[in-house]
């Protein structure tokens, strides 16, 4: 069976700091990887996708992310954070079109201003 | 990107009754859609995928009988807690994907927080 752990429960960082959330996910097969945000009282919202191809994705809001087979990790990255990344980060996997997503425990993030 | 409604939002209801949740997808058709749970500071836990059509696939440990799933169009899927009891109590999230698209993300609804009294 899938699954997916995030290594950072709760990180606390100062505005403009750099950003790093581990994520690893243990799958077999060929995997779809995803990092989802959810501001305080907000839906869901994706943040980026690797589905094939370039191993360093570009996502909204200057996030970024590499997939690395060969650690089976796909980091989520932020060269400069703002007080309005604060927010709840997920990390989710599947294993192709039309199969659901399986979450990460979540890391909660806190930029101080 | 696609949007996904979820109805209602919040609700409370007494122990022993009955809420029904809905989930639509509101500009595409969502050939499958997927119940999650949420307890608080915890992550979304799978509880099924609804088959437009067909009969839900229930994960381990989720009673089938308990959380009732219907799928009956392609753009709406029903989740019934029956009978609810207080460890009911959650965030139930919906998530659909178009089926007519290759290579695309699941798009989530807000979401619905349920409080059993």
């Known amino acids: 069976a899938q699954s997916v752990s995030q290594h950072n429960h709760h990180v606390i960082l100062s505005e403009a700091a750099s950003l790093e959330l581990g994520c690893n996910y243990s799958y077999g097969g060929t995997v779809n990887l995803f990092w989802y945000v959810q501001y305080p009282g907000q839906h869901l919202q994706l943040l980026l996708k690797?589905?094939?191809?370039?191993?360093l994705v570009k996502g909204i809001k200057g996030f970024e992310a590499e997939f690395i087979k060969s650690k089976f990790s796909f980091n989520l990255r932020k060269p400069s954070v703002q007080w309005s990344d604060t927010a709840e980060y997920f990390c989710a996997v599947n294993a192709g079109a039309g199969t659901a997503l399986i979450f990460g425990k979540g890391t909660t993030l806190s930029v101080s201003s | 990107g696609a949007v996904v409604s979820q109805h209602p939002s919040w609700v409370i209801c007494k122990s022993g009754t009955s809420v029904k949740i809905e989930c639509r997808s509101l500009d595409f058709q969502a050939t499958t859609m997927f119940w999650y749970r949420q307890f608080p500071k915890q992550s979304l836990m799978l509880m099924a995928t609804s088959n437009e059509g067909s009969k839900a696939t229930y994960e381990q440990g989720v009673e089938k009988d308990k959380f009732l799933i219907n799928h009956a169009s392609l753009t709406l899927s029903t989740l019934t807690v029956t009978s609810a009891h207080p460890e009911d109590s959650s965030f139930y999230i919906c998530s659909a994907r178009d089926g007519g698209l290759e290579n695309t993300e699941a798009f989530f609804g807000q979401g619905t927080r349920l409080t059993v009294v």
């Open positions: 690797y589905f094939s191809g370039d191993p």
